[in-house]
């Protein structure tokens, strides 16, 4: 079975119903999402003057497994940030990676840039998003 690391753009195509989230929604089952995917989706709701606890709880409805940071996922990501390949990422983005990479997963994604990269991971790119 193959294993899925949704990014920000990904989750929030869904949560938005954005065109195209459908294909995105058959990867959602059993996949992992960054503890700083959920920070980031929640500053974004937060900044955009949403209540922290409902968006919490729809986050959550989407069953995926939150991953914490570690101190090896410090180190990797410290090493993807001074790649000049991944250097205009967020670290959110960069902490995708290295769940991908660690887990041998496949990035769900709608972010075109990141999907244009050449990274050591598999990338799904769905949807016209960046």
């Avoid at 920070?39 to 409805?61: I, Q, V």
């Avoid at 991953?67 to 000049?84: E, I, M």
Wanted: charged letters at 20%.
């Amino acid at each position: 079975m193959t294993k899925y690391v949704l990014d920000h753009s990904a989750i929030t195509a869904v949560l938005r119903r954005e065109p195209g989230h459908e294909k995105i929604l058959p990867h959602l089952f059993g996949s992992m999402v960054s503890a700083l995917t959920i920070a980031e989706l929640l500053t974004t709701a937060a900044s955009n003057g949403a209540d922290l606890e409902t968006s919490f709880e729809s986050l959550k409805r989407l069953k995926l497994e939150i991953v914490a940071f570690t101190d090896a996922h410090a180190v990797r990501l410290a090493n993807l940030v001074n790649s000049p390949k991944t250097s205009t990422l967020s670290q959110s983005e960069l902490f995708v990676i290295c769940l991908a990479m660690e887990k041998k997963a496949t990035i769900v994604t709608t972010n075109r840039v990141l999907s244009s990269m050449a990274l050591p991971v598999k990338i799904k790119q769905f949807g016209p998003r960046f």
